[in-house]
């Protein structure tokens, strides 16, 4: 385990996980998007690929996918971004949320040694089922990065049991069902669901997929160890796009109030 995750895991506070994708709208605005996120109080960062054919993703993140496409970003663009996002100076653990046909496009290899030299942390693979995941799992650990593990309220108790046991980095919990995007309300069960996940795991248990406003986080404080927010802090790039690309240092300031808005007191 690295230095960043050791913080992470240790951390007192609620832990705030927040999703963009990488190139939305250009390379400059993700880092300046990221350092951003850490300023208010992010914990780590979940940084996307932009794919042409993604399997998790609603339609906020599908256009922003598309934006970041017409940038010309893939993954390997991604991971290098990463190193220049920690000369930059950002701290927080950084996970590359990808789908598998892109890492056998570039090398599970050449990624995995391009992600450990550029300051990558974990890795999150939505389209890899558990049951096929040893190979990665073992050169993840070989490089000193986390694979990710999903788990959803349809997960069996067995299996919800073994995964929380050997979770890495943090244990990301789907509150619902299908693609991503905001949702108005929650499934039933579903704290249930997280206590039964936070009984086994080993590290922080952090629920997504829908979160988009600081009393549906509150809801979930005490059954969750953190949340994940990624269609809502997306689809605001989305609306600050043209200011991002002309007039960013307004941009940036609106977007960090938006942050502010959306997180829990004690979550910053």
């Given at each position: 385990m690295n230095k960043r995750w050791e913080v992470f895991q240790h951390s007192s506070d609620y832990r705030f996980t927040p999703y963009i994708m990488a190139g939305d709208p250009c390379e400059e605005a993700t880092i300046e998007l990221s350092l951003a996120l850490e300023e208010c109080g992010a914990h780590a960062l979940e940084l996307g690929v932009p794919y042409s054919d993604p399997l998790a993703d609603g339609p906020v993140i599908q256009r922003a996918g598309m934006r970041?496409?017409?940038?010309?970003?893939?993954?390997?663009?991604?991971?290098?971004?990463?190193?220049?996002?920690?000369?930059?100076?950002l701290k927080i653990p950084v996970i590359i949320f990808t789908y598998y046909n892109l890492l056998?496009?570039?090398?599970?290899?050449?990624?995995?040694?391009?992600?450990?030299?550029?300051?990558?942390?974990?890795?999150?693979?939505?389209?890899?089922p558990y049951e096929e995941s040893g190979y990665l799992q073992e050169m993840c650990s070989e490089h000193n990065l986390a694979l990710i593990s999903l788990v959803s309220p349809t997960t069996r108790e067995e299996k919800?049991?073994?995964?929380?046991?050997?979770?890495?980095?943090?244990?990301?919990?789907?509150?619902?069902?299908?693609?991503?995007g905001?949702?108005?309300?929650?499934?039933?069960?579903?704290?249930?669901?997280?206590?039964?996940?936070?009984?086994?795991?080993?590290?922080?248990?952090?629920?997504?997929?829908?979160?988009?406003?600081?009393?549906?986080?509150?809801?979930?404080?005490?059954?969750?160890?953190?949340?994940?927010?990624?269609?809502?802090?997306?689809?605001?790039?989305?609306?600050?796009?043209?200011?991002?690309?002309?007039?960013?240092?307004?941009?940036?300031?609106?977007?960090?109030?938006?942050?502010?808005?959306?997180?829990?007191?004690y979550s910053r």
């Open positions: 970041g496409l017409e940038q010309n970003m893939n993954l390997e663009k991604t991971v290098k971004l990463v190193a220049k996002l920690r000369e930059r100076g056998l496009q570039l090398g599970e290899n050449r990624f995995l040694k391009l992600a450990e030299n550029s300051g990558v942390d974990g890795v999150l693979v939505p389209d890899l919800l049991a073994k995964l929380s046991r050997e979770a890495e980095g943090f244990l990301y919990c789907i509150s619902s069902l299908g693609v991503t905001v949702r108005s309300e929650f499934r039933a069960g579903l704290d249930d669901f997280l206590k039964a996940a936070k009984r086994n795991s080993r590290v922080p248990v952090l629920v997504g997929f829908g979160l988009s406003t600081r009393e549906q986080i509150q809801q979930f404080d005490g059954s969750s160890d953190g949340f994940i927010v990624g269609s809502a802090i997306v689809k605001k790039i989305e609306e600050l796009e043209s200011d991002l690309l002309t007039n960013r240092e307004e941009a940036i300031k609106t977007f960090k109030s938006y942050i502010e808005s959306l997180l829990p007191v």
